[in-house]
């Protein structure tokens, strides 16, 4: 990423002074911000600051990079947790519901409903919410966000939009996964042993199916929990929510460099903590996995 941006055309300096600015003033500007140096030794800087805390300063706003993300991460993941919570609400109960009832008109009304999920933008359903529930009925806030020391209610209600946004696609994808981990773990012996036993289908998937059907739909959880936390970044910019996403857009725009960088560098390390997550919750889920 760093290499990335360094070699795109364009100057931070340039950007900041704007087109009338003298070559002698560009470059007094460049060396002030570090930017006049050589790439690996800016890179090294970069990182040496960033193993010991400090993410160095923006070069538009001069403010400290830090307090600047851990600000907008308010919003960013308590946005990303709503629309997993909101996703896996949904998702999970519909794919059981779809792969008890398989091949009846229920599983087909689900597989229809999750098809028509998959194939909205949440950029566009964002449109649709914000037009309709916000703008005609009236019914929730759609653009803005109050912050979290005024009013927790009414953040809250600036989320639920931008919320169901996010868990329209990964929750339908979700619930087809769902339903496929339950078939398979339907045709399993020791579902038919229970229901030889006397158990129902939906009892025997209940009390012995749903642990080993939940193992292959962590992986999925883990993966579009890190897909929200990258979707949060054209949702923000729909809602005008003043998250980390939006932050990212704006100094991309501006040319703010070390902002990209270091804002990328949470979302990875947030995106590989996530996939650390999922691998400890298998060990609780799966048993066999301690024993390797």
């Known amino acids: 990423m760093f ?9 931070p300096a340039s950007r900041i002074l704007g087109t009338q600015a003298t070559p002698e003033n560009v470059a007094r500007l460049r060396q002030d911000l570090g930017i006049d140096r050589s790439i690996p030794v800016q890179y090294l800087d970069w990182v040496g600051g960033t193993l010991t805390g400090d993410l160095g300063t923006s070069y538009v706003t001069q403010e400290e990079i830090a307090p600047l993300i851990t600000d907008r991460l308010k919003v960013t993941v308590p946005l990303a947790f709503f629309g997993m919570f909101l996703a896996t609400a949904v998702a999970i109960p519909a794919g059981v519901f779809a792969a008890s009832r398989h091949r009846e008109a229920g599983d087909t009304a689900v597989s229809v409903l999750s098809q028509v999920g998959i194939s909205i933008p949440a950029f566009w359903a964002g449109l649709l919410l914000t037009t309709y529930v916000a703008v005609k009925w009236g019914i929730l806030p759609a653009n ?15 989320l639920i939009l931008p919320s169901v946004s996010l868990a329209l696609v990964q929750g339908a994808i979700l619930t087809r996964y769902v339903r496929s981990a339950v078939l398979q773990v339907m045709r399993e012996d020791y579902i038919r042993t229970a229901r030889a036993k006397g158990l129902t289908r939906q009892r025997a998937l209940w009390r012995h199916g749903l642990r080993n059907a939940a193992i292959p739909v962590i992986t999925i959880l883990g993966l579009q929990l890190a897909a929200l936390l990258a979707g949060t970044v054209v949702i923000e910019n729909v809602f005008v929510l003043p998250g980390l996403g939006r932050m990212l857009v704006q100094a991309i725009e501006r040319r703010d460099l070390l902002l990209v960088q270091s804002t990328t560098l949470i979302i990875t390390t947030a995106i590989l903590g996530v996939n650390l997550l999922v691998d400890l919750i298998y060990n609780l889920v799966d048993p066999r996995l301690r024993t390797r």
């Open 3 to 11: 290499w990335v941006l360094a070699v795109l055309p364009g100057d």
């Open 144 to 158: 803005g966000f109050p912050g979290w020391g005024e009013s927790i209610p009414n953040s809250i209600k600036h």
